[in-house]
């Protein structure tokens, strides 16, 4: 089993850019297909980003793909969101997922405003 607490969220303008970390403990992390999740306000939960165990493999939600960096480091048991050029439409709840759904964070919270 696996925990995961997201970090890096905040308030950011249009433009700007955002690191998201997702920090693992437990067995497994570095076998685990990873996530980034988002929940906009008063929307379903959506997809983000993949990145495959060996980082050979990544995917991206049209929205973001050429923004977002998806990116892990299995020695430090973390995975990444390297956010640029923000949208208001990229404010959410920002989760990461292990193990295709099997585990979540609780989530941060990213606000894009002018």
């Known amino acids: 089993q696996v925990q995961l607490v997201e970090s890096g969220g905040g308030l950011v303008h249009p433009g700007g850019s955002l690191r998201l970390s997702c920090a693992a403990s437990g067995r497994g992390f570095g076998g685990y297909t990873m996530d980034w999740f988002r929940q906009p306000p008063g929307k379903e939960r959506e997809f983000v980003a993949r990145i495959n165990w060996s980082s050979t493999s990544t995917n991206y939600r049209d929205s973001v793909r050429g923004r977002f960096t998806i990116s892990r480091d299995n020695a430090k048991n973390t995975l990444y969101l390297q956010m640029n050029n923000l949208k208001p439409e990229d404010t959410a709840v920002y989760y990461c997922?292990?193990?295709?759904?099997?585990?979540w964070g609780p989530g941060t919270q990213v606000i894009v405003s002018s």
């Open positions: 997922s292990a193990n295709l759904g099997a585990y």
